[in-house]
Each structure stands twice: as C-alpha cells, then as structure tokens.
C-alpha cells in the first residue's frame, strides 16, 4: 500500500429548485461516492465535502410562483436532497449548504482578495429586464439562437450545443424562458472576474494535465483557453450573497453572481467541517499541504467552471495571475488535481426534463428498487466517457442478470451450502492447482481494480471486479462440492473454504460500488463491527436565515474512518459462524419494463395536457 495521502474528493452541488433526479446523481453522486470509498479503504486520508447551491434568480423566481420566501423554497429542496442522498449511501464528510453565515464570510474573503490584487474590475454592461414585470432576467433565463455556432436553443450564459460562453445581448433573437417576451437590455454596473489575466498559467496547467485527466474533459477545456473574455460575477437581484464593498455592500438589488458563490463552497465547506471537528485548521491539510490532492466531480455542463473559472479565481487570491498580487489572508490555495466530469444521462432517449416530466427522481426511484441497484447501473451503464441512455428494460437486466443471477448467486450458494453442512467457515485441506490458480486470481484483482479506479475509470473497475465473481461461480460449478458431502467430505470442506474466500474478496472489491450489500455479506460471514460505513443526517443551527436571525438545516456526515473495511484480501477465519444468507437483489419480473414506461408516457402526457 502507498504512503498515506490526504485528498479532497470536492462534488458539485445540487441546485435547490426541485428535488434531483437519477441523470443529476449519475453526474456528481455515484462516481464520487465510490471514489472517496475506495480511497478511505486504501488507508488515505479523505475528505468529501459539498452541498445544496440555493441563490440565484432561478430560487426567487420559483419562490415567486408559489408563494413563498426563497429561504422557504430553499430549506425545503435541501431537506429533500439531503435525505434523498444519504438514501442513495453518499459518504459525505460534511454535506452543507450555501445559505450560512460560514459561506458568505469565505465568499466575501475570496472576492476581496481578487479585488485586491485587481482580478475582479467594475463595468457598465447591458442587462436584460423584463419589460412587464421590470425585474432583471438572470442570463441562464434567455434563449436564443447561438452567434457562434447557430443553434437554436443556446442560454444566455452558455451555449450547449458548441461549449463557448455568451452573453444575453449577443444572442439572437433573445427571450424570455419565463413568458417568452423579448427582453429589454439596459445599463447596469457589475463586477467582473478577469478571465484573460489567466489566459498563459491556466494554458500551462492544463497543458501539464495531459495524460492525467480524461481527454474529453481535457480538450474541451483547453478549447475554451482560445476565447477567454472577463465574466461577470454580480447581478441585479436580492437573493444571494451580498457584496463586501463600501457603497456596495448596502444596495439591497446588488448581489455576488450565484455561480461565483457556489464553486467557492467547496472550500467553505471544508473550513465548516474543520470547525465542526475542534480543529478549526484541519481543512488546511487538503488545500495547502504540498503534498494534498484535490478531484472535483461533476457534470459535463459545469467542466468550464471547475477547469477555468474555479481555478482562475484560486490563482488570483494566490496571487498568480499575469499582475502577481498578493496571497489573501487564508493562504495560498492548491489548484485541483482532476476535474472528473461525466457526460449526460438521457431516459428512453430523451433528454431529462422535469418540466416535461421526462425524469424519475432519486426519491422515487429508491422508493420502487434498492440504492445499490441504482449505484450499480450508474457505473456499469451510466455516463462516464460519453452520453448514454437509461432504459428500463436495461436496467432490469443488468438487476436480474448481473446483481441477483452473478454476485448474489454467488453468495447466496457458497454460504448456504457451509452454513447448511458445517455451520461455520471450514477449514481448508491440501488445495489444488485449480484452488490456487482462482485464490490468486482473486487476489491479483485487487491491483487491477485499483489501478483503474486511481484512474477514475470506475465503468473498467466495475467490470474487473465482476470478472472476480464470473470466475468463482464457475470454479464453485466446476468443483460440485454439492456431489462431495458423500464422497469426499474434506474435499467439500476445503472447496467451500475457496469459495468463501472468494465471497469475501468479491465483497470487498465491490465495495466502493455497493456498499449496502456489502455490509449484508460482511455480517452473513461472521463479520463483527463496521464495514463499510454509512451516512447519516444531522441538525445544525447557523447565526443566519431564520425568522429569529437563527436557522436549522441538516447536513450529512459519517463515521468512515471507523471502517472495517480494507483494500485487501484478508483471509477468513476457520471456525467463524455463518449465518444462513438473505436475497442480496430482488428479481425484478419483466412486467416493471412495462409499467416504468406507462408510468412515463402517464407522467409526461398529463403535464402536456
């Protein structure tokens, strides 16, 4: 095993306008989550922080057509995401929010110390207003045809279609996604973040990156070094962090863009955690120590954010843009090791849309079929390296083919059959070629997995680890030791030691991908104390948000470093009692094809009419 490292598993954060959904979560959630896991087995030191994003007009707007605060709409899509998560076994360290007094201080010092070393500039620019209501209209608001590229459906902000960022006027033929009237664009004076003044040392570090990050990730974001223009980071709206500024500070229409406030949440987040453990400098180890690693993971719709801005806004507070400048007062900041982002999940070959209800949502979902299934087809099947379609009828079979007729077959067969005839683990007598050639197969599958997931190719480690359970099955097949009780009971014995050991080593390997049923094979082989650790909610109180100047949210935590669990083979103990096991997956019958998709059209059709 390596030297211990400390690394910051930093995941992007779920916006509070509605509960997430299974294409969210393919994003950011799942391959996070097995990431952190695989490293805390290792013996690293992680740290896995975000939280629910909740400013911006998109929350106000909502607000509006419900009829309440922002602050109301937000604290109730963060108890949502909150428990949907922890549902779905996210291993959070700390699982926060941005609406508390902690964030707006760690914002505030970041735009100071831009502003300060001259990265952030005031500029007059044209906004868009609507003219029935007069209220701003947030750029991600406004349609309109792409100059660049001409297609159709580009935002304000950015262009899907083409990746390259916009701005509303440039659009053509802009309008409103709210009421579709064409908006007024009028003088108002932002704050700018100078992209351009980190053209050369952003170039250098993606440069540095080749080889190391995904290629598609890699390319894209150097694509967009060609183009860099300065970027506004407030906006004409009373929903959101207020700017630090004298003459600023006090206009109650002026807030920080949400988008510059959201990506400065992953170290807010960790300076939280830090208070929140007695060591108020503990964050400082994954974001200033030499030697720390930090991985961000997202979408592909955020890469640009956490490939250009993020890390243009962390040069400038050290002071390393093209005007130098000097380090603000937390300290130099390391830039991230890999931005790991995934493609789009579409649904039966449809684009995720909740507003047509093409979308079935986390709660739902784990309401009807078990986290791990889930988990599991996200990384089998999802969106790692290009997009990809959820269906049905696939997700059934990989359930039924996969989960339940390999893995839990596995299980279910080898512990039975010891439990029924001895009882208890059995001891192993002289062991065959054929034993030893599946024991070191199974051990060599430790390396081979771990090398892909170090790699963040968990679709590769995934697959080598069923390979694991493919190969006992069939060496459990080939040896019979049903046929052995009466003929050769030692042999038998010594069979079903192999196939215990390779149980054990399966779970173990599959445990960063499922961790529930991890848990449940763990215990089935005698296994005291905890595996693989799980998530938990609990309250806190912060000095802002409530009706008394006092709020209470939930956030997420977890007692991980208490884990049994191990990156190795650990070989099972002669004697350990086993307990009979239970069904690991439930066999989905044929029918649930049908019934999901009635249960769509029925969904999408009534939101048409």
Same mark, same amino acid.
Request: net charge negative; with cysteine.
């Given at each position: 095993?390596?030297?211990?490292?400390?690394?910051?598993?930093?995941?992007a954060?779920p916006?509070?306008n509605?509960?997430?959904?299974?294409?969210?979560?393919?994003?950011f959630?799942?391959?996070?989550?097995?990431?952190a896991?695989?490293?805390?087995? #290792?013996?690293?030191?992680?740290?896995?922080?975000?939280?629910?994003?909740e400013h911006?007009t998109?929350?106000?707007?909502l607000?509006?057509?419900?009829?309440?605060s922002?602050r109301e709409l937000?604290d109730?899509y963060n108890?949502?995401i909150v +428990?949907?998560?922890?549902?779905?076994g996210l291993?959070?360290d700390?699982?926060?929010r941005?609406?508390?007094?902690?964030?707006y201080?760690v914002?505030?010092?970041l735009?100071?110390? /831009?502003?300060?070393?001259?990265?952030?500039?005031a500029?007059?620019?044209k906004g868009?207003?609507?003219?029935?209501?007069g209220?701003?209209?947030?750029? #991600?608001?406004?349609e309109?045809?792409c100059p660049?590229?001409?297609?159709?459906g580009?935002r304000?902000?950015q262009?899907?279609?083409?990746?390259?960022?916009?701005?509303p006027?440039?659009?053509?033929?802009?309008?409103?996604?709210?009421?579709?009237?064409?908006?007024?664009?009028?003088?108002?004076?932002?704050?700018m973040?100078d992209?351009?003044?980190f053209?050369?040392?952003?170039?250098d570090?993606?440069?540095s990156k080749?080889?190391?990050?995904r290629p598609?990730?890699l390319?894209?974001?150097l694509?967009?070094?060609?183009?860099?223009?300065?970027r506004?980071?407030?906006?004409?709206?009373?929903?959101?962090v207020?700017?630090?500024?004298e003459?600023?500070?006090d206009?109650?229409? &002026?807030r920080?863009?949400v988008?510059?406030?959201?990506?400065?949440g992953?170290?807010?987040?960790a300076?939280?955690?830090?208070e929140?453990?007695?060591?108020?400098?503990?964050?400082?180890?994954y974001?200033?120590a030499?030697?720390?690693e930090a991985?961000y993971?997202?979408?592909?719709?955020n890469?640009?954010?956490h490939?250009?801005?993020?890390?243009?806004m962390?040069?400038?507070?050290?002071?390393e843009g093209e005007?130098?400048?000097?380090t603000?007062?937390?300290?130099?900041?390391?830039?991230?090791?890999e931005?790991?982002s995934?493609?789009?999940?579409?649904?039966e070959?449809? &684009?995720?849309?909740?507003?047509r209800r093409v979308?079935?949502?986390?709660?739902?979902?784990l309401?009807?079929?078990?986290?791990d299934?889930?988990?599991?087809?996200?990384?089998?099947?999802?969106?790692?390296?290009?997009?990809?379609d959820?269906?049905?009828?696939?997700?059934?079979r990989r359930?039924?083919?996969?989960?339940?007729?390999?893995?839990?077959?596995?299980v279910?067969?080898?512990?039975?059959?010891?439990? &029924?005839?001895?009882?208890?683990?059995?001891?192993a007598?002289?062991l065959?070629?054929?034993?030893q050639?599946?024991?070191?197969?199974?051990r060599?599958?430790?390396?081979?997995?771990?090398e892909? =997931?170090?790699?963040s190719?968990?679709k590769?480690?995934?697959?080598e680890?069923?390979r694991?359970?493919? +190969?006992?099955?069939?060496?459990?097949?080939?040896?019979?030791p049903?046929? /052995?009780? &009466?003929?050769?009971p030692a042999r038998?014995?010594?069979?079903l030691h192999?196939?215990?050991q390779?149980?054990?080593?399966?779970k173990?390997?599959l445990?960063?991908?499922?961790?529930?049923s991890?848990n449940?094979?763990?215990?089935?082989?005698g296994?005291?104390?905890q595996?693989?650790?799980?998530p938990?909610?609990?309250?806190?109180?912060?000095s802002?948000?409530?009706?008394?100047?006092?709020?209470?949210?939930?956030v997420?935590?977890?007692?991980?470093?208490?884990? +049994?669990?191990a990156?190795?083979?650990?070989?099972i103990?002669p004697g350990?009692p086993?307990?009979r096991?239970?069904p690991l997956?439930?066999?989905?019958?044929q029918s649930?094809?049908?019934e +999901?998709?009635?249960? =769509?059209?029925?969904?999408?059709?009534g939101?048409?009419g």
């Open positions: 095993m390596s030297s211990k490292r400390h690394i910051l598993t930093a995941v954060w916006y509070t509605g509960p997430r959904h299974i294409g969210h979560v393919s994003g959630g799942v391959p996070s989550d097995v990431f896991r695989f490293q805390r087995m #290792r013996g690293h030191d992680v740290l896995m922080v975000s939280g629910t994003d911006g998109p929350i106000q707007v607000a509006d057509q419900e009829g309440v922002a937000a109730r108890r949502i +428990e949907d998560l922890v549902a779905l291993s959070y700390l699982f926060t941005t609406t508390t007094g902690n964030h201080r914002v505030q010092e735009f100071t110390g /831009l502003y300060e070393n001259g990265y952030i500039f500029h007059t620019t868009a207003v609507s003219p029935s209501t209220r701003t209209l947030p750029d #991600r608001y406004i309109g045809t660049i590229c001409g297609y159709s580009a304000g902000d262009c899907d279609n083409c990746g390259n960022q916009l701005d006027i440039d659009l053509i033929g802009p309008r409103s996604r709210i009421n579709g009237e064409t908006p007024e664009f009028v003088d108002t004076e932002h704050f973040l992209l351009p003044a053209a050369g040392v952003l170039g570090w993606l440069r080749s080889g190391e990050w598609n990730v390319k894209f974001s694509n967009l070094l060609d183009d860099l223009q300065p506004a980071i407030s906006r004409d709206l009373d929903w959101g207020p700017i630090p500024l003459g600023w500070s206009q109650a229409n &002026k920080l863009y988008w510059f406030d959201a990506v400065i992953y170290l807010s987040a300076i939280e955690w830090a929140r453990t007695g060591d108020p400098e503990a964050w400082r180890r974001w200033q030499e030697d720390a991985y993971f997202m979408g592909k719709d890469i640009v954010f490939s250009e801005i993020w890390p243009a962390l040069l400038g507070y050290n002071g005007r130098g400048g000097d603000g007062s937390l300290g130099r900041m390391n830039l991230p090791t931005v790991v995934s493609e789009f999940l579409t649904m070959g449809r &684009k995720f849309s909740s507003s979308v079935i949502y986390v709660r739902d979902f309401e009807r079929y078990s986290a299934a889930l988990r599991y087809y996200i990384i089998a099947a999802g969106p790692e390296t290009q997009d990809t959820f269906t049905w009828a696939e997700f059934v359930n039924n083919d996969e989960l339940v007729a390999a893995w839990g077959n596995l279910n067969r080898s512990i039975s059959m010891a439990a &029924k005839n001895i009882g208890a683990v059995p001891e007598g002289e065959t070629d054929e034993d050639r599946v024991l070191e197969h199974s060599a599958a430790f390396g081979a997995v771990a892909h =997931l170090d790699s190719r968990f590769a480690a995934l697959q680890a069923m694991t359970v493919a +190969e006992a099955n069939k060496y459990i097949s080939d040896q019979a049903w046929a /052995l009780k &009466k003929t050769d038998m014995e010594t069979v192999v196939a215990l390779l149980v054990s080593d399966a173990t390997l445990t960063p991908f499922l961790p529930e991890s449940k094979v763990y215990e089935m082989l296994g005291a104390g595996w693989a650790a799980m938990r909610i609990e309250e806190a109180r912060d802002i948000g409530g009706e008394d100047g006092v709020s209470a949210y939930p997420i935590t977890g007692d991980y470093a208490a884990d +049994e669990a990156w190795r083979s650990v070989p103990v350990t086993l307990s096991p239970v997956f439930a066999k989905l019958d649930v094809v049908d +999901e998709l009635a249960r =769509l059209e029925g969904e999408a059709g939101e048409a």
